[in-house]
């Protein structure tokens, strides 16, 4: 079952933050976070499993709650580079292997 | 460390026709998992290859198919196109570890006439 992302889109300017949602009605066994810019491929940001482990680029920070299935991607001090779509992709624990994406969420950054 | 390569990247066909894509994976990668993108649908999971088996398949009809080779190249099949498969359709290749990170090629643009 798809992950459901919010919100949509946000506009921010440089140097704000902001929160991009995801969450699943399944058990999960990990949540993944890739940026994809126009005309490129997605590009992996963060994984994080169900038991707290998480690997990913040193400027992302991502949560995962266990309990609600839930997991929160924080842009902080946003920059220009950050501007794309964000996507959270979602591994069922019966279905390891098997990665699910959410709709999206368009992130554009102005100076 | 070469990335996901994919070929060809742009493709025309006509409806009723068949295609085939390609995929090689990063170097000691061995799954291969294949997406459809499109601007109504988002992406959508079609199938993992892992060890030359189809692990995982997602909720497409028969005529897309796929397959992998022992040295983890990966092709994808889709027979009787229909309008509806005009999509990017992209690979991704990961170790298949306990963290199964994805690494995207940069897709084939598949256009149905």
């Known amino acids: 079952q798809q992950p459901v992302q919010s919100p949509q889109a946000v506009i921010l300017r440089e140097g704000e933050d902001a929160v991009i949602n995801c969450s699943s009605s399944k058990a999960l066994y990990s949540v993944h976070w890739y940026r994809q810019k126009h005309g490129e491929a997605p590009v992996f940001l963060m994984i994080l499993l169900k038991g707290g482990e998480q690997k990913g680029h040193e400027k992302i920070s991502a949560s995962f709650n266990e309990k609600k299935q839930q997991s929160s991607l924080y842009l902080t001090a946003s920059q220009l580079s950050y501007s794309g779509t964000y996507f959270c992709g979602t591994e069922e624990s019966d279905s390891w292997g098997k990665l699910q994406f959410g709709a999206g969420t368009q992130v554009v950054v102005t100076p | 460390k070469a990335g996901v390569t994919q070929t060809p990247r742009y493709l025309i066909k006509t409806r009723g026709q068949q295609v085939t894509l390609s995929c090689s994976p990063i170097?000691?990668?061995?799954?291969v998992s294949w997406y459809q993108q499109t601007p109504g649908q988002g992406l959508q999971f079609l199938f993992e290859?892992?060890?030359?088996?189809?692990?995982n398949k997602g909720n497409f009809p028969g005529r897309f198919s796929g397959r992998q080779f022992s040295n983890s190249r990966s092709e994808m099949n889709v027979s009787t196109l229909e309008l509806g498969d005009s999509a990017l359709y992209l690979c991704?290749?990961?170790?298949?570890?306990?963290?199964?990170?994805?690494?995207f090629g940069p897709g084939t643009r598949l256009t149905v006439l």
């Open positions: 170097s000691g990668h061995r799954s």
């Open positions: 991704a290749s990961s170790r298949r570890g306990s963290y199964n990170e994805q690494f």
């Open positions: 290859y892992f060890s030359e088996t189809q692990r």
